[in-house]
């Protein structure tokens, strides 16, 4: 069974920073990608950003340039570093971890972690 635990949430002011981390409970290798999702308050979740196995990054039109997701193999860990982060950054955000079976598409979740940001 699949883990993913995330943490690093909190509440910023606007223009601050935060790092979010998500800690796979086996390695990482495993999964084709990894990534971060958001819900705020009446909307649906939306993708954040990902990063695939061999390293492709790719953002929401709505954080690039601001937010960056990394992974550390050795850590079994992905983060996601957001600078300048604005208040229509606030939400949920949710770990996302995808595995291929028997050539199903298997996603695994995070419990969510929130983030404020407000003066």
Do not use: H
């Not at 929401?60 to 079994?76: E, H, L, Y």
Request: net charge positive; proline share 3%.
């Amino acid at each position: 069974q699949v883990q993913l635990v995330e943490s690093g949430g909190g509440l910023v002011q606007p223009g601050g920073s935060l790092r979010l981390s998500c800690a796979a409970s086996g390695s990482i290798f495993s999964f084709i990608a990894m990534g971060w999702y958001r819900q705020a308050p009446g909307k649906e979740r939306e993708l954040v950003a990902t990063i695939t196995s061999g390293g492709r990054e790719m953002y929401a039109d709505s954080v690039k340039g601001r937010f960056t997701i990394s992974s550390d193999n050795a850590k079994n860990t992905v983060y996601l570093q957001m600078n300048s982060l604005k208040p229509e950054d606030t939400a949920v955000y949710y770990c996302n971890a995808r595995r291929v079976i028997f050539g199903t598409i298997r996603d695994y979740w995070g419990q969510g972690t929130q983030v404020t940001v407000s003066s």
